[in-house]
Structures are given as C-alpha cells and as structure tokens.
C-alpha cells in the first residue's frame, strides 16, 4: 500500500524535516525528523501546513495521512532548542495554521494521525485536531505541559475533554500523565490499536474504506460534522482567544521559566506558585 515506487514526492518548504508523498488518492506527511524525536520546528510547520494546503487544492487528494518518522515517537512537540534560541518565522501562515502548521489548520480532506511511538504535548494535539486515528500498541499519549510550568496552548487544553471523558481528560491534563494506547482505544481518543509492522497498512485500510465513498459527499459531510467554514472551525475561536490570554499569564510566570531550567537540569522543579 505505500510502495515507494509508487508514490510521487510533494515538494514543499519543510525540506528534508517533512517527507510528503502521494500514494494515488492519499497524501502520505511523514515528520522526518527521528532523532530530535519528530519535534515540530519551523520547517515542519512549514511543510505540513503547505502539505495540507496542497492537499485541499488538489481533486485528485481524498485522504491525508500524517505520521512519524522511525519507531519512538510519533512526536514530542515544540522543538525546545529552536524555541530556547528565539528563532521566529514571520510568516503569516504559520500563525494562521497553529502549531505544526496543523492545530488550526482545517481542512475538507479527511485526516488520519497514524501514531507510530509516544504522542506528547503537540503530538497529542496534532492527534486531536485529526479525523480518525491509528496507533502502535506501544504508542502513549499525554499533555505533560503543567509538569514544566506551561499548558497545552494548541489546543489540548480544550479539546481533549471534547473527545474523551470529561474527568478522564481533566486528570490528563491536570496531572500530566500518560495515557497508554489500548486505553486510548477504550476512550475512542483513536480507532485502531495495531503492532508496529501494521501500522501504515491500518491506515491506508481505513483510508480506502472512505475513498470507496464519493469524495465530494464525504468532504461536505467533514466540513458539516466538524463546523467548517471557510477553512476556520469558527466555534473554536473563543476557545482559541480564552487559550491565549492565559498564556500570556502562564508563559511569563515564574514557575514556566523555572519549570524550563529544571528539565534542562534534569531536576525536579521547585513550584512558587507565581
């Protein structure tokens, strides 16, 4: 199903940290970036938010598949070093988009996350924000946020609550803690649990079984379902401007830059609670 051979590469502006690839009807957005755990930095922004773009001006894309490079981590969120260093892209698009260039970023395609390792922090959101899921049995997920001082601001914070049990996702993100794949399975965060060797074949499966629909009834039925318009899910935005007023207050507390020199530390923090 994802013979290399077949597939036609996607150029776009994330280079080498995106691979994107069209397999017939499906476009295949690989964060290749295994050895910094697939955390997003400016170039994946760029080249998924491009993907994606391309992906809604193409006919020819039914379905879009985002996954993982390598077997550890589908992703780990912010690239911490990139964000340490004060690198920016000014480039409205990003902004348009949210994290990754994908939080925000709604698109009439079908989405499927297909998670190959642990989904941390902007992992778990990027899961969030798509369609359907597929996960290795040994994938975990989690917003780890509040254990260095800062919070899911693309949008966990809001979102998860929406997809799983309301007091099942306030302990989630009020503790931090991991939630393992088979329960994500139980609480419908994802639809398929499968091993390792299986995963992309579990994705282009349920990929499939939309495309024997018509594309252009299931691309309505998406933008009806999840109150697209426009390309913005407009009953999100307050949720997004509650999310960034407390962040201002959260980003520039005492405790998220000591929450920030514990983990570079690799001690436990000391909370002030200011």
């Known amino acids: 199903m994802t013979d290399p051979v077949t597939a036609t590469a996607v150029p776009t502006a994330g ?3 995106v691979r994107v690839e069209l397999h017939g009807h499906v476009l295949l957005v690989t964060i290749n970036r295994p050895d ?3 955390a997003v930095n400016t170039q994946v922004a760029l080249g998924i938010g491009e993907a994606l773009d391309y992906a809604e001006d193409q006919t020819d894309v039914w379905v879009v598949i985002v996954t993982g490079a390598g077997e550890k981590s589908f992703c780990a969120g912010q690239d911490l070093k990139e964000a340490a260093a004060g690198i920016h892209l000014d480039d409205p698009r990003v902004e348009r988009w949210g994290f ?3 939080v925000r970023h709604a698109i009439s395609k079908p989405v499927i996350a297909a998670v190959n390792g642990f989904a941390l922090g902007g992992g778990t959101e990027i899961v969030l ?3 359907l899921a597929v996960a290795v049995d040994t994938a975990s997920f989690g917003l780890p ?5 800062i919070y899911a601001g693309a949008g966990g914070a809001f979102r998860l609550g ?5 007091k099942v996702a306030m ?10 794949a088979r329960r994500a399975l139980e609480l419908g965060l994802v639809n398929r649990v499968v091993p390792a060797g299986q995963l992309l ?7 499939g079984r939309i495309m024997a629909n018509a594309p252009v009834a299931v691309q309505a039925s998406k933008r009806i379902a999840r109150g697209i318009t426009d390309g913005a899910v407009v009953a999100e935005q307050p949720d997004w401007e509650r999310s960034q007023a407390e962040g201002k207050n959260v980003i520039t507390s005492a405790d998220a830059q000591e929450g920030m020199r514990a983990f570079a530390e690799k001690r436990a923090p000391r909370w002030q609670g200011k």
Request: no cysteine.
């Open 15 to 17: 280079g080498d940290a």
């Open 36 to 38: 910094a755990r697939n």
């Open 100 to 102: 990754a260039g994908f």
């Open 129 to 131: 924000a798509s369609d």
């Open 145 to 149: 946020e509040v254990k260095r001082g």
């Open 162 to 166: 929406r997809q799983i049990p309301a």
């Open 171 to 180: 302990e989630a993100i009020l503790t931090g803690e991991p939630i393992s």
């Open 201 to 207: 074949d579990a994705a282009f499966e349920l990929a």
